[in-house]
Each structure stands twice: as structure tokens, then as C-alpha cells.
């Protein structure tokens, strides 16, 4: 007790000394709450031939074989995971020990000086420095129950600073306990008070390159397939997601196609989706997030070039996110691809999953690398038609020092029905917008 309360006395001095210091105007670009977000699917539409193929006993043992061999991978990555999990090294996680009443007193110690009693901000009258347009009302939940604890755990280790935020927050890292640390975390959880309304950023899990995750988000993607082989051809979908009203989020895609008919290549736009995203339930105690999402494709692509599927089509599905450990999680989704016109291309079911796992420098807190792998599975929706099984292993990097850049790279290989399907290479950029400028936060 003595201790932490001589090293709350210390704080409270430098806080003060810090907070009066600082009397030139910051130049930092705006970003606001949400933090290490990511999501949301590409649809590298490749509208095939469905050629009636009677199903044989072969191929559906080799579906089982296939289905097996999914299951064994998702157990062996999440095993992996489980074994080189740290004791008290905690990313994904909230640490459930903290305290908040050891958190109040060190926020009346060392945080109070520049972000107020209640968290909006201490009157600027005694402040003295110049707010930078990125400062935290830690009493509005929009903003902060988006944000996972390791975000705040990073700036409150290293400052500002450390995630190309304002200098002015300092770093407590040599002044502050872990413990203390987790606990004034705690603390700044309870001053914002209606945080039932928005998502828990804990369960935003990085973002597959194809399976797309419940967590609704605010993001722009420029996601890219690919043929490594047979024809050439590649699909780039421009994907703007944002939320509102709290567990909602909007979403628009549109795809731009190139490929190589008759010898000579070709361009045109693709389908474009227009989808409506809610968060249905999640719990931080379980690891767990469920959302549902109703999508409309435009016949907007030429299906003459089979860049689109000629007809509009709805796209309901739902995505079921689980944290398995603090560093390793499952995403789910299962829809379905309803054609109005089902003469000109046939309904279809789609499952989709990704098992990863996230390793991350200093303590879970630098950049953060995310190995992942999916099981892509559709099936057109008549009598004789083979599930299309497709793998997909990949890796998530974390590429502006604040996270709110993220680059994805992986390999898609189709395993069952293989003919008139080339692999791909798949890769996408991520901006987070609401974490500030693409250009901000870098160093
Ligand atoms: C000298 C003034 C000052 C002191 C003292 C201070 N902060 Fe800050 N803090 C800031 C500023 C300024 C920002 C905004 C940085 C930006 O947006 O560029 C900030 C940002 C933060 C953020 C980021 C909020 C978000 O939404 O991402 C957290 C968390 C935070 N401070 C926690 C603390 C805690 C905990 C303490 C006490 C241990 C503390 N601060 C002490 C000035 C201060």
C-alpha cells in the first residue's frame, strides 16, 4: 500500500509538471476511439459453369476426407496456440484480476491533472496545453468500449507516442505497476456508463482475407485475387464498411474484374453488394460475438465476361466469432447467395472459417502478426452439384506503428472439384479511419 501510494505521489508531481510543460499547440491529425479494427470479406466472385456432375461415392468420401482434414489443422493451430500461451501476457483478453478501485487511486494520482475527474478532460484553464483534435472523451462509450485494453495499455506503457499519438500523453511505463496499469484500465471502463450500446473491441479479431467476421467496423479495403494459373484473371474489390447507431455497420463493395478472353485482356465492374451488418449478441466472459448480415447484389458486372452473375441476388448470412485463448480464435460464416432469377444462375450455400492466432513483440503490445487459415466450402443449391472445398493459409501484419494500417497476404488453393479452378494469390490493405489519416500514426 505504501508503495503504491508513494509512487502515486511521485506521478501526480511529474503528471503536473508534464501537464504544464507542454504550451506550444500540437499539430496531430484527427483519430478517434475505435482501435485495431479489421474485417469484413472479399468476394472474389469467379461465376463458373455449373455443370451437372453426378456425385459420386469418391468424391463425397473425398468432401469427408477433406472435412477431416479441415478439423485436424483448426486443431493443431489451436493447440499450438494454447501451448505457447504466456501466463499473465495478456493481447486479446481484459485481465480479470484488475481492480478498480486500485485503478480510481491511481487515476486521481496521475491522469486527473490532464483528463479530468470524470474522464472528459481537466478544465483547460489548468491544463495549459493545447488539446490535439485526437483527444479522448473517456466518458463516451461510441468511443471507448470499440477500443481493446491493449490499445490503452500501449500508450499508457509508452505515451503517446508509442502509437503516433501526441507526445503529450506521457508514458508511465517505468512509473506504473503491470498490475497498476491493468487497473486504471479498469478504472477508465467504468466512466463511460451505457457501453451495453456498442461492440467490445476485445472481440474484434483480425481480419481473414475471405471469411468475414461479426464485429461490425469502420474500415476501408482494397482486397485483390488473383490467378497464379490458367487463365489470367483478377478481381479487386473496394470494400467501405462504417458503423452506426451503435452495433450496426454498413457496408459496400465494389468489385472491379480484369481478365483475359480470346487473347486479349478485358476490364469491366463486378456486382456490386450493398449489406447491412448487426451484432445480434457477443460476451466478453464467453470470447464470444454473433452478427447477422443481409446483403443485395447489383447485376451491376457484364455476365457475358463472367464478371457478374446476371441476375440480383440477396446474401443473408451469419458470422460467429470465438476467442478460443487470449491469442487464438475461430471465425465462422455460413449465407447463402439467392439469385432472383434462378434460370440464369443458381442459389447457392456458402461456409466459410478462419483459425488463427495473433503473436505480438513487447509484451503483445508492438506489431502484431496473425497466421491464419481458412476452409472455404460452397455448393450450388441443386441435385448432383459437389461442394467446392478451397484452403487458404495466410498472414495479417499490423504495418502503421498505430495498427490502423493492416496488410494481409495468403494462397488460395482449391482441394475438391479443382477443374476450371486456378489458386490464387489474395491480398489486401486495410485502413482503419477511425484511428485517423492514412498517413498518421506511422512514426
Ligand atoms: C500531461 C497530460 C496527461 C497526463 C498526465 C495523462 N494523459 Fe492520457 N492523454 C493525454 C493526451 C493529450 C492524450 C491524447 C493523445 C492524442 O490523442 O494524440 C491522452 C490519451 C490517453 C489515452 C488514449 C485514449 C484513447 O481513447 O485511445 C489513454 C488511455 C490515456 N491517455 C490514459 C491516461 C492515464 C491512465 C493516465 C494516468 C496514468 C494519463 N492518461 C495521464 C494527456 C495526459
Known amino acids: 500500500m505504501t508503495k503504491t501510494s508513494s509512487s502515486i505521489d511521485r506521478i501526480w508531481t511529474i503528471a503536473?509538471?508534464?501537464a504544464a510543460s507542454h504550451r506550444e499547440?500540437?499539430?496531430?491529425?484527427?483519430?478517434?476511439?475505435?482501435?485495431?479494427?479489421?474485417?469484413?470479406?472479399?468476394?472474389?466472385?469467379?461465376y463458373r459453369r455449373y455443370a451437372n456432375k453426378g456425385?459420386?461415392?469418391?468424391?463425397?468420401?473425398?468432401?469427408?476426407?477433406?472435412?477431416?482434414?479441415?478439423?485436424?489443422?483448426?486443431?493443431?493451430?489451436?493447440?499450438?496456440?494454447?501451448?505457447?500461451?504466456?501466463?499473465?501476457?495478456?493481447?486479446?483478453?481484459s485481465p480479470k484480476h484488475a481492480s478498480v478501485e486500485n485503478g480510481k487511486a491511481v487515476w486521481n494520482g496521475g491522469c486527473i491533472a490532464c483528463h479530468g475527474a470524470n474522464g472528459k478532460g481537466a478544465p483547460e484553464t489548468s491544463t495549459v496545453f493545447v488539446r490535439p483534435d485526437t483527444w479522448p472523451d473517456l466518458t463516451r462509450c461510441d468511443q471507448t468500449t470499440p477500443e481493446p485494453d491493449s490499445a490503452y495499455k500501449s500508450v499508457i506503457l509508452h505515451g503517446g507516442r508509442g502509437l503516433g499519438f501526441s507526445q503529450i500523453m506521457p508514458a508511465f511505463g517505468d512509473l506504473l505497476t503491470n498490475d497498476q496499469i491493468d487497473d486504471v484500465i479498469a478504472y477508465i471502463r467504468t466512466l463511460c456508463k451505457n457501453d451495453k450500446?456498442?461492440?467490445?473491441?476485445?472481440?474484434?479479431?483480425?481480419?481473414?482475407?475471405?471469411?468475414?467476421?461479426?464485429?461490425?467496423?469502420?474500415?476501408?479495403?482494397?482486397?485483390?485475387a488473383a490467378n497464379v494459373s490458367g487463365p489470367g484473371s483478377w478481381t479487386t474489390d473496394i470494400i467501405h464498411e462504417q458503423t452506426f447507431a451503435g452495433k450496426n455497420q454498413l457496408e459496400v463493395d465494389v468489385?472491379?474484374?480484369?481478365?483475359?478472353?480470346?487473347?486479349?485482356?478485358?476490364?469491366?465492374?463486378?456486382?456490386?453488394?450493398?449489406?447491412?451488418?448487426?451484432?445480434?449478441?457477443?460476451s466478453e466472459r464467453a470470447g464470444s460475438i454473433l452478427s447477422l448480415q443481409g446483403g443485395i447484389l447489383l447485376p451491376t458486372g457484364d455476365s457475358n465476361r463472367g464478371f457478374g452473375a446476371g441476375t440480383t441476388q440477396f446474401e443473408p448470412f451469419a458470422a460467429y466469432d470465438q476467442l478460443i485463448t487470449n491469442r487464438t480464435f475461430l471465425q465462422l460464416q455460413l449465407g447463402a447467395d439467392l439469385p432472383v432469377d434462378t434460370t440464369v444462375a443458381p442459389r447457392s450455400l456458402f461456409f466459410r472459417s478462419a483459425a488463427g492466432a495473433s503473436f505480438a513483440p513487447d509484451h503483445g503490445l508492438g506489431r502484431l502478426y496473425s497466421p491464419m487459415i481458412e476452409f472455404v466450402a460452397k455448393r450450388d443449391y441443386m441435385t448432383g452439384a459437389s461442394t467446392e472445398w478451397d484452403v487458404l493459409p495466410e498472414m495479417q501484419v499490423t504495418v502503421?506503428?498505430?495498427?490502423?494500417?493492416?496488410?494481409?497476404?495468403?494462397?488460395?488453393?482449391?482441394?475438391?472439384?479443382?477443374?476450371?479452378?486456378?489458386p490464387q494469390v489474395e491480398f489486401y490493405v486495410l485502413w482503419d479511419w477511425a484511428e485517423g489519416h492514412f498517413w498518421d500514426g506511422w512514426r
Not at 483448426?74 to 493481447?91: H, K, N, S, T
Not at 456498442?198 to 464485429?215: D, M, Q, S
Open 197 to 224: 450500446h456498442f461492440p467490445l473491441g476485445v472481440l474484434n479479431l483480425p481480419r481473414a482475407i475471405v471469411t468475414e467476421k461479426a464485429f461490425p467496423e469502420d474500415e476501408l479495403v482494397i482486397s485483390t
Open 400 to 422: 502503421s506503428r498505430r495498427q490502423h494500417i493492416r496488410a494481409a497476404v495468403g494462397y488460395r488453393k482449391p482441394i475438391t472439384d479443382v477443374s476450371g479452378r486456378a
Open 25 to 46: 499547440p500540437e499539430d496531430v491529425d484527427g483519430w478517434s476511439r475505435k482501435f485495431g479494427k479489421n474485417c469484413h470479406e472479399i468476394t472474389g466472385h469467379t
Open 16 to 18: 503536473r509538471l508534464i
Open 55 to 93: 456425385r459420386t461415392v469418391q468424391r463425397l468420401r473425398r468432401q469427408i476426407g477433406v472435412g477431416a482434414l479441415a478439423i485436424a489443422a483448426l486443431c493443431v493451430l489451436l493447440l499450438a496456440g494454447v501451448a505457447v500461451e504466456v501466463p499473465g501476457q495478456r493481447m486479446i483478453a
Open 255 to 282: 468489385p472491379v474484374n480484369y481478365a483475359r478472353l480470346n487473347g486479349a485482356w478485358t476490364s469491366g465492374p463486378g456486382d456490386i453488394t450493398i449489406g447491412f451488418k448487426r451484432e445480434l449478441f457477443s
